[in-house]
């Protein structure tokens, strides 16, 4: 029997650190920049948050708003971890 090899409706751009084995290892981010990362997607949450709500789309809106304030826990989180860690 024939089986046709059909290529993905989407190729992948670049390597994938985590799925291409040899590949090199994902630098860990300083506390710091962990912490502008979390506060920067806290604020792109909000706005897609405030997006939401702007369109009537109320359940989505909730989430959203939502994650942002996780996110924002979490960036507070990391940092008190870090000023206990400091000499």
Do not use: C, T
């Not at 190729?11 to 981010?29: M, T």
């Not at 502008?36 to 405030?50: Q, T």
């Not at 994650?67 to 989180?77: I, P, S």
């Amino acid at each position: 029997m024939f089986i046709a090899i059909a290529r993905p409706a989407v190729e992948p751009q670049g390597p994938d650190a985590v799925a291409v084995p040899g590949s090199p290892a994902v630098p860990l981010l300083k506390p710091r920049a962990l912490h502008a990362r979390l506060l920067a997607n806290a604020a792109l949450r909000r706005r897609r948050g405030w997006r939401r709500r702007q369109e009537n789309r109320r359940e989505d809106a909730d989430y959203w708003l939502h994650a942002a304030a996780v996110a924002v826990g979490k960036a507070a989180q990391l940092r008190r971890a870090q000023a206990a860690h400091l000499p």
